[in-house]
């Protein structure tokens, strides 16, 4: 028990930066938030939610399969940290420049309306949608990179995706409680520039530390 406190105190400040990048990630606008908006304000709180767990369970399909194969991957392959360094730092710049665009961009956020009509359906809608965005599994990517780079091996890992994974439900459902409010969405829309901007120093940041890494 007292290694185990040990092994997570010692790594205790990378998992937090994991943690903080992980956060932003999630609560930056994408599709899956875009999706989530999108349903609590055309369809209600309730439909919202429902799109938010589906969310949810593609964002763990994809962080158990990043943390299985690519653990068995480390494993077997020598170059493949660095690798998988290249490929998260290549995502993170990526969203750090569409974040910047949007926020010299006048154009206000879109809100596209969910046709599914039942809760099922718009939690089937969220899990297809990350399920099938090859954008989400680089994301749980640069993730386990970053963890991997703190040198804790799998427990920090498990640990750390556990943690993300819990930041995740709470800040897609708080997408879905939140956003059914139009109060939220304006209030959003007159930040959003300014939200972008840090948005794209943060990503910038954790990119170029993954690329110096490696």
């Known amino acids: 028990m007292t290694d185990l406190f040990t092994l997570f105190s010692d790594h205790w400040?990378?998992?937090?930066?994991?943690?903080?990048?992980f956060a932003v990630a999630a609560a930056s606008p994408g599709p899956a938030t875009l999706g989530i908006m999108a349903t609590a304000m055309a369809r209600g709180?309730?439909?919202?939610?429902?799109?938010?767990?589906?969310?949810?369970?593609?964002?763990?399909?994809?962080?158990?399969?990043?943390?299985i194969g690519l653990s068995a991957w480390l494993n077997t392959i020598a170059w493949g940290l660095i690798a998988m360094k290249i490929a998260g730092g290549a995502y993170l710049i990526w969203l750090a420049a569409r974040a910047l665009r949007s926020a010299l961009s006048?154009?206000?956020?879109?809100?596209?309306?969910?046709?599914?009509?039942?809760?099922?359906?718009?939690?089937?809608?969220?899990?297809?949608?990350h399920l099938t965005n090859?954008?989400?599994?680089?994301?749980?990517?640069?993730?386990?990179?970053?963890?991997?780079?703190s040198g804790g091996g799998t427990p920090v890992l498990l640990a750390t995706l556990g943690i993300c994974l819990l930041i995740g439900a709470v800040v897609f459902q708080g997408y879905a409680l939140l956003f059914a409010s139009p109060v939220m969405v304006a209030a959003y829309r007159r930040a959003r520039r300014a939200i972008e901007g840090v948005l794209a120093?943060?990503?910038?940041?954790?990119?170029?530390?993954?690329?110096?890494s490696a």
């Open 45 to 67: 709180r309730a439909a919202g939610m429902a799109f938010a767990a589906g969310v949810q369970l593609g964002s763990f399909t994809w962080a158990m399969a990043a943390a």
């Open 106 to 129: 006048a154009r206000p956020v879109p809100a596209a309306a969910s046709n599914a009509r039942s809760l099922t359906g718009h939690f089937a809608r969220g899990a297809l949608l």
């Open 13 to 21: 400040p990378a998992m937090m930066a994991v943690l903080a990048v």
């Open 134 to 149: 090859p954008k989400a599994v680089l994301a749980w990517i640069a993730i386990v990179a970053l963890t991997q780079t």
């Open 201 to 212: 120093g943060v990503f910038g940041y954790a990119g170029w530390r993954l690329w110096s």
